[in-house]
């Protein structure tokens, strides 16, 4: 090959992969990786990594983007400042949700998605699915057409009074899942539970935002997990739970893998990095900057998490990005009040820090291996999606998808990051890394500075989720 024919040259990379660490110079024509060898001739341009470890850019399989809500809540980040945010923490795909709300048609919800998409993303992005109401019309025609045409993930909610599916239709979305090859992303509450225990909170004056954390105690998610489990036993079918956020819903995991039933689990930074106590220890509306769903617990269960991420328990770590303001009346404070938790709206930002989170304290602290760390990170999301191998990986035909790191001490300052929320529930954690560069098919979008390219990120039609088990035709 003559010099000319790569547009770029990454030369003298640390590489790592899911399975491999190598010294590599990096050839890149037309946005994907063409060679990978030492000494490649020179190309139009050159990046020097030397020193450096690279790795593939990552994906964030679950992570909420303008999506339409129930006023006055709306969502701070679309797909312009929300695809800027995680270019600029490493992060090179992004699949956020096509919700549809109940009495809307599937089809409706994925078309407005896309427009609210449109022309905005500086990186690739996918959609899942939520299905909150199955008709038959659902069943029966929107899902499996949507499945065939790329949509091949969806999320369930067993909470949620405007999303959650009672037992039976669980069954119905299931059987479709298994029928037509598509994986069932689980949110696993018990919403009776939390309801009733949220009268009591509130008949006992106990409305503070930290009182969301005793609404939703860790048995209500661990019995939703069994419950999970069990439905997609008797479908057979394989399920992947979402948000996984301590030890009993682990325990259930756990107890599923043991007897051969194929559950897939994601857990986040905020199981990690924050507790229950980051809600409030008094009842100071700050605590509402951190109400999300499951919401964090303690220490322990935060070890417990870890342990799940290095010994392969969880399958992908995404940040469930869930972007409100705190300071404003379509965020944390509705109408400009400071409200009763269970009208705080939930979810926390997370796009930007999930991979410099998961490297400084997963890969430089010891507690997870850098192919561990890419497998989560990157991989993983993209086999599990139906991406792979174009994305998630870094070989020869992979796009040209590339984070290459600083290892050098910062500090996580919201007024640093490139999300539209007015807050990071991590400010003030120390870092050993961020991102020097990420290359989205093979063009610069983040060098320590943002290069916007809006509308260039490409909706991807993704594939049979390659995680997904073959069935042999008598058995489907
Ligand atoms: N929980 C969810 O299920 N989704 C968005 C944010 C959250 O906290
Ligand atoms: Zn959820
Ligand atoms: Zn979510």
């Given at each position: 090959?003559?010099?000319?024919?790569?547009?770029?040259?990454?030369?003298?990379?640390?590489?790592?992969?899911?399975?491999?660490?190598?010294?590599?110079?990096?050839?890149?024509?037309?946005?994907?990786?063409?060679?990978?060898?030492?000494?490649?001739?020179?190309?139009?341009?050159?990046?020097?990594?030397?020193?450096?470890?690279?790795?593939?850019?990552?994906?964030?399989?679950?992570?909420?983007?303008?999506?339409?809500?129930?006023?006055?809540?709306?969502?701070?980040?679309?797909f312009d400042s929300g695809t800027r945010a995680a270019a600029c923490g490493g992060t090179t795909t992004v699949i956020p949700f096509a919700a549809q709300h109940k009495g809307q048609s599937l089809r409706?919800?994925?078309?407005?998605?896309?427009?609210?998409?449109?022309?905005?993303?500086?990186?690739?992005?996918?959609?899942?699915?939520?299905?909150?109401?199955?008709?038959?019309?659902?069943?029966?025609?929107?899902?499996?057409?949507?499945?065939?045409?790329?949509?091949?993930?969806?999320?369930?909610?067993?909470?949620?009074?405007?999303?959650?599916?009672?037992?039976?239709?669980?069954?119905?979305?299931?059987?479709?899942a298994r029928k037509h090859d598509a994986m069932a992303m689980i949110h696993a509450e018990n919403a009776d539970c939390i309801e009733w225990l949220t009268k009591r909170l509130e008949a006992a004056g106990?409305?503070?935002?930290?009182?969301h954390a005793h609404s939703r105690p860790m048995l209500v998610e661990r019995e939703a997990t069994h419950r999970a489990i069990a439905l997609g036993e008797l479908v057979d079918t394989p399920i992947l739970?979402?948000?996984?956020?301590?030890?009993?819903?682990?325990?259930?995991?756990?107890?599923?893998?043991?007897?051969?039933?194929?559950?897939?689990?994601?857990?986040?930074?905020?199981?990690?990095?924050?507790?229950?106590?980051?809600?409030?220890?008094?009842?100071?509306?700050?605590?509402?900057?951190?109400?999300?769903?499951?919401?964090?617990?303690?220490?322990?269960?935060?070890?417990?998490?870890?342990?799940?991420?290095?010994?392969?328990?969880?399958?992908?770590?995404?940040?469930?990005?869930?972007?409100?303001?705190?300071?404003?009346?379509?965020?944390?404070?509705?109408?400009?009040?400071?409200?009763?938790?269970?009208?705080?709206?939930?979810?926390?930002?997370?796009?930007?820090?999930?991979?410099?989170?998961?490297?400084?304290?997963?890969?430089?602290?010891?507690?997870?291996?850098?192919?561990?760390?890419?497998?989560?990170?990157?991989?993983?999301?993209?086999?599990?999606?139906?991406?792979?191998?174009?994305?998630?990986?870094?070989?020869?035909?992979?796009?040209?998808?590339?984070?290459?790191?600083?290892?050098?001490?910062?500090?996580?300052?919201?007024?640093?990051?490139?999300?539209?929320?007015?807050?990071?529930?991590?400010?003030?954690?120390?870092?050993?890394?961020?991102?020097?560069?990420?290359?989205?098919?093979?063009?610069?979008?983040?060098?320590?500075?943002?290069?916007?390219?809006?509308?260039?990120?490409?909706?991807?039609?993704?594939?049979?989720?390659?995680?997904?088990?073959?069935?042999?035709?008598?058995?489907?």
């Amino acid at each position: 090959m003559s010099s000319s024919e790569f547009d770029l040259v990454v030369r003298n990379a640390r590489v790592a992969t899911a399975s491999d660490i190598f010294d590599a110079d990096i050839g890149i024509r037309g946005g994907r990786i063409v060679q990978l060898g030492l000494g490649l001739p020179a190309g139009k341009r050159e990046i020097d990594a030397a020193g450096r470890t690279v790795t593939p850019g990552g994906v964030d399989a679950h992570c909420h983007l303008d999506q339409p809500m129930e006023a006055p809540a709306k969502m701070a980040d679309d797909f312009d400042s929300g695809t800027r945010a995680a270019a600029c923490g490493g992060t090179t795909t992004v699949i956020p949700f096509a919700a549809q709300h109940k009495g809307q048609s599937l089809r409706a919800a994925v078309e407005d998605y896309h427009r609210r998409a449109e022309g905005k993303a500086h990186i690739d992005h996918a959609f899942h699915l939520i299905v909150s109401d199955p008709t038959p019309e659902v069943l029966t025609n929107e899902l499996p057409a949507l499945i065939q045409e790329g949509y091949t993930s969806f999320k369930i909610y067993m909470t949620y009074d405007d999303m959650k599916l009672d037992d039976g239709q669980i069954l119905d979305v299931l059987e479709i899942a298994r029928k037509h090859d598509a994986m069932a992303m689980i949110h696993a509450e018990n919403a009776d539970c939390i309801e009733w225990l949220t009268k009591r909170l509130e008949a006992a004056g106990r409305t503070a935002p930290r009182y969301h954390a005793h609404s939703r105690p860790m048995l209500v998610e661990r019995e939703a997990t069994h419950r999970a489990i069990a439905l997609g036993e008797l479908v057979d079918t394989p399920i992947l739970i979402v948000h996984v956020s301590g030890r009993e819903a682990v325990e259930q995991i756990r107890w599923a893998r043991a007897h051969g039933l194929h559950v897939f689990a994601e857990t986040c930074p905020q199981y990690l990095f924050l507790t229950a106590e980051d809600l409030g220890i008094d009842d100071s509306y700050h605590g509402a900057k951190c109400v999300c769903s499951p919401p964090p617990r303690n220490r322990e269960n935060q070890e417990v998490i870890w342990n799940g991420l290095a010994d392969g328990l969880f399958t992908v770590f995404s940040s469930d990005h869930a972007p409100f303001n705190f300071d404003a009346p379509e965020g944390k404070k509705p109408n400009g009040e400071e409200v009763a938790f269970k009208h705080i709206p939930n979810g926390i930002p997370g796009l930007e820090t999930r991979m410099p989170l998961l490297y400084t304290h997963g890969v430089l602290q010891g507690r997870l291996t850098l192919n561990r760390f890419v497998e989560l990170t990157a991989t993983n999301p993209a086999k599990t999606y139906g991406l792979h191998p174009r994305k998630g990986t870094i070989a020869v035909g992979a796009d040209a998808d590339i984070v290459i790191w600083d290892e050098k001490p910062c500090t996580i300052r919201n007024a640093d990051l490139h999300h539209a929320v007015d807050y990071t529930p991590y400010e003030g954690i120390e870092l050993q890394a961020w991102p020097a560069l990420t290359l989205s098919r093979g063009e610069v979008v983040w060098d320590g500075e943002f290069h916007p390219r809006p509308g260039q990120g490409e909706y991807l039609r993704r594939g049979r989720p390659s995680l997904l088990p073959i069935r042999s035709k008598e058995s489907t």
